[in-house]
């Protein structure tokens, strides 16, 4: 176990949690919505520190990011926790584990990490991810700067879900981001979720004017989140509050955990493509074969830039600095 940052103690040995906005008033012996930061004794511990459920060399593009080191590949780690209860979770066996998940698990020292990460073939980094990545603040600290040092690259996969401080000091270590926007809806995110939308809205915004790369996925739920007018909302602060070159990832649902909807039809996710492409330059569909919202097109003089089909990639029309070849407008991709 690893002492927790962010936090403050309270009188009779009762802490307040502050990474994220939930910021859980535990009592000693209680474990907060996360599920991996616990009370000890008026102390407040990260459960899950060192802990990995999961480690795999990934496509870049299964993140997904489709415009960090296109065609490259990152080893990508997770460990258990989130705290957002999602209804619908893809992976909700590691997200919302008991006890008996992961205490008896061996603790893998981010030295080890690190030395996976070098070794592998082609690596550009780690990716943290799988689970919420959030919840595992201090190890995910230790093994960025670590990695940052050593030329890797650092991606987190996260809900967005995280209070601002925290959120501001970890920024410099980490390369690139993909978000979940799940809905743009506050009653989506409470009742589906158990979290709020704006504080997502707000790391949005602070990554957007960080240096780092920002990439937005939202999973279209049939019956719920699936309204044109609400979506164009939401495509709308996107290209206002981050701009026109944001890069937005319509992903298809299918039923898990404790939600049962429909599978997302091609027909909806056809539709929020189009909406979105009338004010957001770069859109991509994924989960699904389509005839588009797979190949990364430039803007401008409208070729093909990277060519994709499934996750096999072929960077066509990219430059040594990402911008296109053809029409040598810039691009927001990063390459090697």
């Keep these: 176990m690893q002492e927790a940052l962010f936090y403050e103690k309270l009188e009779d040995e009762k802490v307040r949690c502050l990474l994220c906005p939930h910021e859980c008033l535990l009592n000693e012996g209680k474990i907060g919505i996360c599920r991996v930061r616990k009370n000890i004794s008026g102390e407040l511990y990260a459960l899950n520190d060192g802990i990995i459920s999961s480690a ?67 690596n550009i980094g780690i990716a943290y991810t ?11 600290m230790k093994t960025a700067a670590i990695a940052k040092e050593n030329g890797l690259k650092n991606v987190m996969v ?13 920024l410099p270590f980490i390369d690139a981001w993909n978000i979940d926007l799940k809905a743009f809806d506050d009653s989506f995110y409470k009742r589906l979720t158990g979290a709020r939308l704006a504080p997502v809205l707000e790391t949005l915004k602070t990554v957007r ?13 049939p019956g719920e989140n699936d309204d044109a007018n609400e979506f164009k909302q939401m495509v709308d602060w996107l290209a206002n509050e981050l701009g026109e070159d944001t890069i937005l990832h319509l992903s298809r649902y299918f039923p898990r955990y404790r939600h049962q909807s429909a599978i997302t039809p091609a027909h909806k996710l056809l539709e929020f493509y189009n909406i979105a492409r009338q004010r957001l330059h770069w859109t991509y569909v994924g989960n699904i074969e389509l005839d588009i919202g797979s190949n990364s097109i430039c803007p401008k003089c409208q070729n093909i830039v990277v060519w994709r089909k499934g996750y096999h990639t072929a960077v066509r029309g990219l430059d040594e600095a990402g911008n296109c070849k053809f029409c040598k407008t810039p691009l927001p991709f990063v390459v090697r």
């Design 158 to 170: 996260s809900n967005g879900f995280i209070n601002q401080e925290p959120l501001l000091q970890i």
């Design 209 to 221: 004017r960080s240096n780092a790369h920002l990439e937005i996925t939202m999973l279209v739920i």
């Design 56 to 122: 795999n060399l990934d496509p870049i593009e299964k993140k997904p990011l489709y415009h960090f080191y296109p065609g490259s590949l990152i080893l990508s780690i997770g460990s258990y926790g989130c705290n957002m209860h999602c209804q619908f979770c893809q992976n909700w066996d590691i997200s919302q584990p008991k006890d008996s998940n992961f205490n008896l698990q061996p603790i893998v020292p981010t030295s080890e990490v690190i030395k996976t990460a070098l070794n592998q073939k082609e």
């Design 130 to 140: 799988y689970n919420e990545p959030i919840v595992s603040y201090e190890y995910v």
